[in-house]
């Protein structure tokens, strides 16, 4: 289950400001 944490660190990294 390494996808979901992936996905998830994905998602900070795609809110995450400039």
Excluded: M, Q
């Amino acid at each position: 289950d390494g996808v979901l944490e992936l996905s998830e660190a994905e998602d900070l990294f795609s809110t995450a400001p400039e």
